[in-house]
């Protein structure tokens, strides 16, 4: 039997603490993803998600509305994310972000035939697609094309309506296929530009 999140979040009020557990496998993909988005590529999304879950547990008495935990989760995260970044801020200055995780925003979102046999920088072009987004539409595209949840899970987690979700990814949907679009024009007329310049040389 699948509990609510209200139900869950009263057992805990009510001192069983093992009904917190069910709590962390059901938001914690979205919590990873959440402080990997906002804290950047530097390894810390764990130590920050594990924070979040913590300090969510220390502090269920002052949830106001059990039924909407994920949200209020959410936002300890988004806390988290940045108390850590603060804390950290001198090391990360010299350090190397790690790559990113792969996935499949080309074939999901932009509809690219080709993206099965994207290479690395094409990954990495499309994440910084992903970054130059009005901020309201990032955390739903990664929630959804990176962490691969449902549109009810980033409705629970977000505490927006399945609608608001679904009309936020068709608007990304639709930036990111012209952001696409605009980079392919732009290497395509770089190219037959390079390619006048050659001939116009070799005809001299």
């Known amino acids: 039997m699948r509990h609510s999140d209200e139900e869950l979040v ?58 909407h935990f994920g949200a209020w989760l959410k936002g300890i995260t988004t806390r988290m994310a940045a108390n850590w970044l603060r804390r950290n801020a001198p090391r990360l200055r010299n350090e190397t972000p790690l790559p990113r995780r792969r996935a499949a925003f080309a074939q999901d979102i932009l509809q690219a035939p080709h993206a099965a046999r994207a290479e690395e920088e094409e990954y990495e072009a499309i994440h910084r697609m992903v970054d130059a987004l009005p901020e309201r539409y990032q955390l739903p595209v990664v929630l959804r094309y990176v962490q691969e949840l449902s549109y009810e899970e980033i409705s629970r ?35 037959q530009s390079q390619e006048a310049s050659e001939w116009h040389r070799a005809s001299k």
């Open 10 to 67: 009263y057992r805990c009020l009510e001192g069983d603490a093992e009904a917190f557990a069910p709590l962390v496998r059901r938001y914690q993909h979205a919590v990873y993803a959440t402080a990997s988005h906002y804290a950047g590529r530097y390894g810390g999304a764990e130590d920050i998600a594990q924070e979040a879950f913590w300090a969510a547990y220390r502090c269920l008495p002052q949830l106001k509305d059990p039924a």
């Open 157 to 191: 987690f977000t505490g927006e309506s399945y609608d608001e979700i679904r009309g936020v990814l068709n608007r990304a949907g639709k930036m990111l296929r012209d952001s696409l679009a605009e980079q392919q024009r732009g290497e395509l007329n770089s190219d």
